[in-house]
């Protein structure tokens, strides 16, 4: 275990100066990129494992230009922070004073007329103006009727933006596996990465959960929910060199298969590094919010999707003022 936690491929905080080094012309991808300036099979691997599961694909799949934008972002805050208390206060917090309707399915926006007509499972909606803070996997599952269709520049965003697949796999055992002061553990093999999420708390260390995205997810969605749950506890059990791990309960949450999620986070493809300033632009009365229509270094992110529904609100507010103006 000292060993692994001095190997480079295994040390869990790592940093490597990226020279500036430009992006070819008309992008590349983001694996390639990193190949092209020099990084070792070993980095990739490293880079593969720590950055693309915020990233929400494979390195092969994520646009150069809309990572190193990422990277180089510095306004999205100072890291990762938990909300001790459970992260639905925060959207709680945000809901307090609204009018807010919960399992209402839209089905349906006409926007053909100057009032838009949102058809749910629970009667219909009008508004003057709409802003539509569906995910991108949802938009793209084509579940909801845009009456007219919606122009091509925002269909052709929709189509070449990915929603990432995402899965992760919990496992609880009944005494802890690992000595308290290791947090994660990365593996060679399928799934590369797990941690413990009551690391640093005042809670035993029995809950380990693996998260994957990009080829790892897929590579477990293939296996079904059984099969990957079973391939997570055969990859750990050989880590560990416990053969007989054998925990309490296991979960399987794949954000792919949710119908209203239809996949973890957007993930900017090579070649389509800017499709997300065409998702964010206001359509008629349609207005756009959510992680995917943030701005790199926002997106994928709750802060991403808080920003973005600000913007968009002012967009409304400025609308009705210039509406105003004219009347
Ligand atoms: C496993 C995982 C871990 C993550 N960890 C972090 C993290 O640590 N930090 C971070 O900042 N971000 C994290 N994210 C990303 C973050 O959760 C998302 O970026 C954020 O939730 C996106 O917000 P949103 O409002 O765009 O979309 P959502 O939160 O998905 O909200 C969209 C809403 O639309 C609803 N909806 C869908 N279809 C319909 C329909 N037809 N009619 C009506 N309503 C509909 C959905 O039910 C949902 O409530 C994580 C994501 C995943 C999957």
């Known amino acids: 275990m000292q060993d692994a936690r001095q190997d480079e491929q295994f040390d869990m905080i790592r940093t490597w100066l990226l020279p500036d080094v ?42 150069a230009t809309a990572a190193l934008g990422e990277i180089h972002e510095k306004a999205n805050g100072q890291g990762d922070f938990r909300v001790l208390d459970g992260y639905d206060t925060l959207a709680k917090h945000l809901a307090e004073g609204l009018d807010i309707r919960l399992n209402t399915p839209i089905t349906a926006i006409d926007w053909s007329a100057s009032q838009v007509q949102v058809t749910t499972g629970s009667g219909t909606f009008e508004a003057d103006q709409v802003v539509i803070t569906i995910p991108l996997g949802v938009l793209q599952a084509d579940t909801i009727t845009f009456i007219p269709d919606l122009p091509a520049d925002k ?3 929709i189509r070449n933006t990915r929603m990432g697949p995402g899965l992760k796999m919990i496992y609880r055992f009944r005494e802890p596996i690992l000595p308290p002061d290791i947090m994660a553990l990365f593996s060679n093999s399928l799934p590369p990465m797990w941690w413990s999420p009551s690391f640093g708390h005042n809670t035993d260390q029995t809950v380990w959960t693996a998260f994957a995205t990009g080829d790892w997810a897929r590579e477990l969605m293939a296996l079904g929910d059984e099969g990957a749950l079973a391939k997570g506890l055969e990859t ?86 210039r509406q105003q103006a004219v009347s």
């Open 22 to 63: 430009p992006v070819l012309d008309g992008d590349e991808d983001f694996g390639s990129y990193l190949k092209r300036i020099g990084f070792t099979d070993a980095q990739i691997r490293y880079a593969q494992r720590m950055f693309v599961n915020a990233e929400g694909d494979s390195l092969p799949n994520i646009s």
């Open 155 to 157: 269909q052709n965003a």
């Open 236 to 321: 750990l059990r050989i880590e560990l060199d416990m053969p007989e791990l054998q925990p309490e309960a296991m979960h399987l949450m794949n954000w792919t298969a949710e119908p209203y999620t239809r996949g973890a986070y957007s993930v900017a493809l090579p070649v389509y590094p800017n499709t997300r300033d065409e998702l964010a632009r206001p359509v008629g009365r349609l207005y756009w919010a959510g992680e995917h229509t943030a701005a790199h270094g926002f997106s994928s992110t709750i802060h991403g999707a808080y920003v973005s529904g600000v913007r968009a609100a002012k967009e409304v507010l400025a609308a009705v003022s």
